[in-house]
């Protein structure tokens, strides 16, 4: 359960390369917090911080998986939306999900599947200021 629960996070984080398209949003630092709901639970909110820029537009916490693959992705105005899915020794887990931009604050859905198992999540995004690099 726990690998399954480190899966589905990883996922509902993978950073993945925008298209050419621009959106309306300010790059910097974006303060992230995530509500989950899982097998009707609901989890304590992770809130985290992200370097923003126009390639890297869905915000990741410093896991990555490296085994997963875009299936599908698309920038619509200030909308970007993905499926991607992860192989692992457990099984394929697949992930979807969509944020909205508006200038300096953002909002979004995930949703995470694996092993008949599946989890919600809200995503909303704050600009802080410049990254720190």
């Keep these: 359960m726990k690998k399954i629960y480190s899966a589905l996070i990883c996922l509902a ?3 993945v390369s925008s298209s050419a398209q621009q959106i309306d949003f300010k790059e910097g630092m974006w303060q992230w917090s ?5 097998m009707g639970m609901k989890m304590p909110p992770i809130t985290y911080s992200d ?8 915000p990741q916490q410093e896991q990555e998986n490296e085994n997963c693959k875009i299936i599908q992705q698309s920038i619509t105005d200030n ?10 020794e457990v099984g394929v887990t697949s992930s979807e999900g969509k944020i909205v931009y508006t200038d300096t604050t953002a909002q979004g859905e995930i949703s995470v599947s694996s092993q008949g198992m599946s989890m919600k999540s809200t995503i ?3 600009y802080q200021g410049p990254c720190n690099k």
Aim: aromatic share 6%; net charge negative; proline share 3%.
């Design 34 to 38: 995530m509500t989950m709901e899982m």
């Design 124 to 126: 909303n995004g704050q």
């Design 51 to 58: 370097c923003m820029t126009q390639k890297e537009l869905i």
């Design 13 to 15: 984080f993978l950073s």
């Design 79 to 88: 909308v970007v939306e993905w499926k991607i899915e992860c192989p692992s």
